[in-house]
Nanobody
Framework: VQLQASGGGLVQPGGSLRLSCAGS????????MGWFRQAPGKEREFVAI????????DYADAVKGRFTISRDNAKNTLYLQMNNLEAEDAAVYYC????????????????WGKGTQVTVSS
């Protein structure tokens, strides 16, 4: 599957953004889909992951209650609604896919999209 993330930009602290990740092909609904992020000088870290059906969801503690992951399999699209953004959320955000199962381990994801930059600044 090929993935393309979009929706990043500059937002003030406390603001919101919605990221999208468009998947190619007809097998999008056979993949677990996740969001990861990487800030300058830091390792890529887990943000959220959603099961094939959307019924199983996991979030990193740092974003729980502020971010919402969702998917629309009919549109082959993954979303990340980010609310109440903080300076610490600034990073390049990547969407990723695997077939094995939900995981927080970036190394276990099989496919990656190009990232989209999120900048949080006043």
């Amino acid at each position: 599957v090929q993935l393309q993330a979009s929706g990043g930009g500059l937002v003030q602290p406390g603001g919101s953004l919605r990221l999208s990740c468009a998947g190619s092909g007809r097998s999008f609904n056979t993949y677990y889909m996740g969001w990861f992020r990487q800030a300058p000088g830091k390792e890529r870290e887990f943000v959220a992951i959603i099961s094939k059906s959307g019924r199983v969801i996991d979030y990193a503690d740092a974003v729980k209650g502020r971010f919402t992951i969702s998917r629309d399999n009919a549109k082959n699209t993954l979303y990340l609604q980010m609310n109440n953004l903080e300076a610490e959320d600034a990073a390049v955000y990547y969407c990723a896919a695997n077939k094995q199962g939900p995981t927080r381990n970036a190394g276990a994801m099989d496919y990656w999209g190009k990232g989209t930059q999120v900048t949080v600044s006043s």
